[in-house]
């Protein structure tokens, strides 16, 4: 059986980064539909072969980042407390979502993800398949807790959680700091707070 090594891997992660921060830098100069898997390539100075060796394409480095938080986020959530309210692990699981707006770099990356994909069509579509994703595995992991509710009343929690997300992370229209998106959360999921039972 064959294995990747470490150092393989650190190295196929600092090329990918490589790639994803010029591709943002050429979607900031010339827009995302005008920006070329070519030019990419040329800019990071590499064959558009090997640019498809780690990447699958320009839509997956805009909705890698989102796949990466959805990950974190799932991993946040087990790490709850098992008799923890689930509206309160949800709040605590979107961390890695409000931490994408800790410096000026994340804040101008997030306004520029967020625009693309509500800028796309298909772009939103494949988002929103990601993050379907993202919730049907927080479901199973809260559905698992010893004392959690009926499966239907924990996919209902879960939807309304990831629809005062999304509603908070939607105003791309402004540069907003990780404490300023934090308080927008609290003040969506907070009013949504007297209609979610406890679990």
């Known amino acids: 059986m064959t294995t990747t090594s470490p150092l393989r891997d650190v ?20 827009g995302f539909d005008a920006t070329t898997v070519d030019q990419i390539a040329a800019a990071v100075g590499m064959s558009q072969r090997t640019f498809f060796r780690h990447v699958g394409g320009k839509d997956d480095l805009v ?10 986020m799932v991993e946040a959530v087990a790490a709850r407390p098992d008799d923890e309210d689930l509206w309160v692990s949800l709040r605590h699981g979107f961390a890695p979502a409000i931490a994408f707006h ?3 770099a994340g804040q101008e990356r997030a306004m520029l993800m967020w625009s693309i994909v509500e800028s796309s069509p298909t772009l939103r579509a494949a988002y929103l398949e990601r993050m379907e994703t993202v919730q049907r595995q927080l479901i199973e992991c809260l559905a698992s807790r010893s ?3 009926e499966r239907p009343v924990v996919c209902a ?8 997300l999304n509603a908070t992370q939607g105003q791309c229209d402004h540069l907003r700091t990780s404490s300023q998106v934090a308080t927008e959360l609290d003040a969506v999921m907070g009013a949504l707070t007297p209609r979610i039972s406890r679990a």
């Open 11 to 30: 190295a196929r992660r600092a090329v990918h980064a490589e790639i994803a921060s010029t591709a943002e830098r050429l979607f900031r100069e010339h």
């Open 63 to 72: 909705l890698s980042t989102f796949v990466e938080q959805g990950q974190a």
């Open 102 to 104: 800790n410096d000026a």
């Open 147 to 149: 004392d959690a509710p």
């Open 157 to 164: 929690v879960v939807g309304a959680a990831f629809a005062a």
